[in-house]
């Protein structure tokens, strides 16, 4: 069974920074992108940031870029997000999702499983 | 960017009511569009990928339509469990993706 487990939400100040992590398990992480997706408290998904299998391809939201920095490790089968100089409006539930095609560009195809999420809050 | 309009932004129907919401894509996205389902307190559930393609596992009560800019995403009969939020997405505009802002359905 595939499963995702994110890791590294808290509570924490504007301007500071928060590591967030990713576990993946039950699939072969070094053959499929992987994606943070957010969603602020009552409010819609948006897309942050995806990689490719390889690292070969990376993109980010508008509204992070230059702050947040995607990577992976795949012998770990993890997934991170750097979020530095952190704002109030980054607050949201971080999910992690997995590409389902194999061997894909970051954000190509359909994201299936998704995890279940860790919470930033950014408050002063 | 890829702009993704759904409408409507919320829905009320009875159970057995056929279901249809639309997502329109800025630009001609060909295909490249998935819908998901979110109930409460839960994450997204991929229903339909590449517009019309049903997700294994997913009731045949649900189907998605269409191409280039306009899209439908079909209920053929609710059901209770069907209450959530569903959302479309496009990959067209590689290495990013858009969602649509959502599309809460009640039950009357």
């Known amino acids: 069974e595939v499963q995702l487990v994110e890791s590294g939400g808290g509570l924490v100040q504007p301007g500071r920074s928060l590591r967030l992590s990713c576990a993946a398990s039950?699939?072969?992480?070094?053959?499929?992108?992987m994606h943070w997706v957010r969603q602020a408290p009552g409010k819609g998904l948006e897309w942050v940031s995806g990689?490719?299998?390889?690292?070969?391809?990376?993109g980010y939201a508008d509204s992070v870029k230059g702050r947040f920095t995607i990577s992976r490790d795949n012998a770990k089968n993890s997934l991170y997000l750097q979020m530095n100089s952190l704002r109030a409006e980054d607050t949201a539930l971080y999910y992690c999702?997995?590409?389902?095609?194999?061997?894909?560009?970051?954000?190509?195809?359909?994201?299936?499983?998704w995890g279940q999420g860790t919470l930033v809050t950014v408050s002063s | 960017d890829i702009q993704m309009t759904q409408s409507p932004s919320s829905l009320s129907a009875s159970v057995g009511d056929r279901v249809t919401i639309t997502c329109q894509a800025s630009q001609d996205i060909s295909n490249y569009l998935n819908w998901y389902q979110q109930k409460p307190g839960k994450a997204p559930k991929l229903l339909i990928y590449?517009?019309?393609n049903l997700e294994t596992g997913v009731p045949s009560r649900f189907s998605g339509s269409g191409s280039g800019t306009d899209f439908t995403f079909t209920i053929s009969s609710l059901q209770p469990e069907d209450i959530a939020t569903y959302y479309c997405q496009q990959y067209d505009n590689l290495p990013r993706v858009t969602f649509g802002q959502g599309t809460r359905l009640e039950i009357k």
């Open positions: 999702a997995k590409g389902k095609t194999e061997r894909a560009a970051a954000g190509q195809g359909r994201f299936d499983p």
């Open positions: 039950g699939f072969t992480f070094d053959d499929y992108a």
């Open positions: 990689i490719s299998w390889n690292s070969g391809s990376i």
């Open positions: 590449d517009a019309s």
